[in-house]
């Protein structure tokens, strides 16, 4: 099976309307990692000792390899990943072979199959 990991770190308002533009863009599901922190490029500040930084979410999507660059332009622009400076990032990794995918198996294989 030809797949793609999406993995996306996302400021944990913005969780919701990225599982939801996934799903539209033909991600069969996911798995969300709640409050997990993140670094830029310079450190967040603190006060009296407590970080300031925001809850993120990290969200992971196992998809259909054709469908991979059009789910995560998709995440991207529902999260505003490239306007919103700290909104978040997201990124594909190639995915050798997966198991425990049999309730998904089938339309996988069809959008696969659909794009050979």
Same mark, same amino acid.
């Given at each position: 099976?030809?797949?793609?990991?999406?993995? $996306?770190?996302? /400021? +944990?308002?913005?969780?919701?309307?990225?599982?939801? /533009?996934?799903?539209?863009?033909?991600?069969?599901? /996911?798995?969300?990692?709640?409050?997990?922190?993140?670094?830029?490029?310079?450190? @967040?500040?603190?006060?009296?000792?407590?970080?300031?930084?925001?809850?993120?979410?990290?969200?992971?999507?196992?998809?259909?390899?054709?469908?991979?660059?059009?789910?995560? @332009?998709?995440?991207?622009?529902?999260?505003?990943? +490239? +306007? +919103?400076?700290?909104?978040?990032? $997201?990124?594909?990794?190639?995915? @050798?072979?997966?198991?425990?995918?049999?309730?998904?198996?089938?339309?996988?294989?069809?959008?696969?199959?659909?794009?050979?």
């Amino acid at each position: 099976m030809n797949l793609k990991l999406i993995m $996306a770190m996302v /400021a +944990d308002g913005k969780t919701q309307a990225i599982l939801d /533009a996934a799903r539209k863009a033909g991600a069969t599901g /996911a798995t969300v990692i709640t409050s997990v922190r993140g670094e830029g490029l310079r450190p @967040e500040k603190t006060f009296l000792g407590l970080e300031v930084t925001g809850q993120c979410d990290v969200l992971l999507f196992l998809v259909a390899e054709p469908k991979a660059r059009q789910i995560l @332009e998709t995440i991207a622009d529902a999260g505003k990943l +490239d +306007d +919103d400076p700290g909104a978040g990032i $997201a990124l594909q990794i190639a995915i @050798e072979d997966a198991v425990g995918l049999r309730s998904q198996e089938q339309t996988i294989l069809r959008e696969i199959e659909a794009t050979v």
